[in-house]
């Protein structure tokens, strides 16, 4: 029931993933006097689902309190109650995305060795994507926070992409070993060691997000949410610059003509629905986060992510790479080498 133009649009992404892929069904949670007339319009999706009704509704105007305290038994509840069970492998909404990660750390609890779950952003860039996190769930993070960050982030993207060895990045105000307040220095040291044995690149800036220089990008919240932000305001601002340059005269319409399909391919490369969907890393379970405002094809490819996180071993590589900060962290001399 969550998102702007829910839950017709959740209906629609669903028939638009189905088409792709047979090897997943679904338990609905949300108002069935709302969502059985739109399953009578689409069967194939009605055949494949079960509908739990309810009556309760977190809004995405909530406050995280105010959401817990009329949570159980909400659809979102719901939803994440039935990974918890077992009776769904992820579970997925674009409702509000305080309520759910306050309602996924409640039901699914942290993943020893977690202090924070984190949550991630698939990040286009010129060789594919790449992964980003924090990008909103944790405001700051100190040195340890940010290593976790990097071991959760490179479990996700050989899940995702299939790399046996990602490279991991932290962003930072330069590449060089220098700069940065303490605690990245720190967290630095702690992502480069041998005993996490993640193949860490170094510190990148904020361009080498979008040229793909690793494949992971570790920062704090407040700096990944930023940065999220900045870029999704420039695309749409590159979007209707171009749109107005080719809409100008007679001779910009002609040009717009003869460059039909090779904007059609810019189009495609810039639709942000190729990238829905965060992931709330650190849980004892799958939870994606669908933008709230996205489209049929959005909420398709979040269901893609959340069913090929289901089905990889990323839980049980996570868990081997979290005893080993553990095992960094209760190591003394480490910790005063790094002091």
């Known amino acids: 029931m969550g998102g702007d133009e829910a839950p017709e649009i959740v209906i629609e992404g669903m028939k638009l993933f189905s088409r792709e892929r047979q090897d997943v069904s679904f338990i609905m949670h949300g108002d ?27 809004l995405m105007e909530d406050k995280p309190s ?43 609890r942290k993943m020893k060795g977690v202090h924070r779950p984190g949550m991630t952003a698939l990040w286009p860039t010129q060789k594919g994507v790449c992964i980003v996190l924090d990008v909103g769930a944790n405001l700051d993070a100190d040195a340890t926070q940010l290593a976790i960050f990097a071991i959760m982030g490179e479990a996700y993207a050989r899940a995702v992409t299939g790399k ?31 005993l996490l044995g993640l193949n860490y690149h170094g510190f990148v800036e904020g361009d080498d997000i979008p ?73 004892n379970g799958v939870v994606v986060k669908s933008h709230g405002g996205t489209d049929a094809q959005g909420y398709a490819t979040a269901i893609n992510l959340a069913a090929d996180l289901a089905k990889s071993n990323y839980k049980d590589e996570l868990i081997v790479g979290l005893e080993r900060i553990v095992q960094m962290t209760e190591n003394q001399d480490f910790v005063k080498d790094t002091l």
């Open 32 to 58: 069935a006097r709302r969502i059985e007339p739109l399953l009578k319009k689409a069967p194939e999706i009605r055949d494949i689902s079960k509908l739990h009704h309810t009556d309760s509704q977190i």
């Open 66 to 108: 105010q959401a817990l305290r009329k949570a159980r038994n909400s659809s979102m509840w719901n939803a994440v109650e039935s990974v918890k069970s077992g009776a769904a492998h992820a579970a997925v909404s674009a409702g509000n995305t305080g309520a759910l990660m306050a309602i996924s750390i409640m039901l699914l």
């Open 211 to 283: 040229a793909g220089t690793v494949d992971v990008v570790v920062t704090d919240g407040f700096s990944g949410n930023v940065a999220l932000k900045t870029a999704e305001g420039t695309a749409r601002l590159v979007a209707s610059y171009m749109k107005e340059a080719f809409a100008g005269d007679i001779f910009s319409k002609i040009g717009a003509g003869l460059a039909a399909s090779g904007l059609r391919r810019l189009r495609v490369k810039m639709n942000p629905s190729k990238v829905n969907g965060g992931v709330l890393l650190g849980l």
């Open 164 to 194: 046996k060895h990602p490279s991991v990045g932290l962003l930072n105000i330069g590449a060089e070993e220098s700069k940065g307040h303490s605690h990245l220095k720190m967290a630095a040291d702690m992502i480069s060691s041998d």
